[in-house]
Nanobody
């Protein structure tokens, strides 16, 4: 199995930027498709971005399209979420997740992922 640990969350003003990192350990990172999810208080967890094992296929939710970018560095066992033009509605706990897969597809559903991090809080003030 693989362990994933998120970092980079914090408090930022609306319009600002943050970069989240997810460091993986335990197995071959490049064998895994990765995803970033978020959960705001009282809401369901939702996928905001996903990426296949090679980085060639990516997904962004409509709510973050044009503002968030997912990328990965397999040599560093790390996946990133660059978040720009942040809005108060982006406030949530952000989770990194991993699923073993070597196809060109990414995954956007919570139940498709095998491994999860503990989450990192992102708070955007207005």
């Amino acid at each position: 199995q693989v362990q994933v640990v998120e970092s980079g969350g914090g408090l930022v003003q609306a319009g600002g930027s943050l970069r989240l990192s997810c460091a993986a350990s335990g197995r071959t990172f490049s064998n895994y498709a990765m995803g970033w999810f978020r959960q705001a208080p009282g809401k369901d967890r939702e996928c905001v971005a996903a990426i296949n094992w090679s980085g060639h296929s990516t997904y962004n939710a409509d709510s973050v399209k044009g503002r968030f970018t997912i990328s990965r560095a397999n040599a560093k066992n790390t996946v990133y979420l660059q978040m720009n033009s942040l809005k108060p509605e982006d406030t949530a706990v952000y989770y990194c997740a991993a699923v073993p897969n070597l196809s060109e597809r990414y995954y956007t559903l919570e139940h498709e992922y095998y491994y999860w991090g503990q989450g990192t809080q992102v708070t955007v003030s207005s």
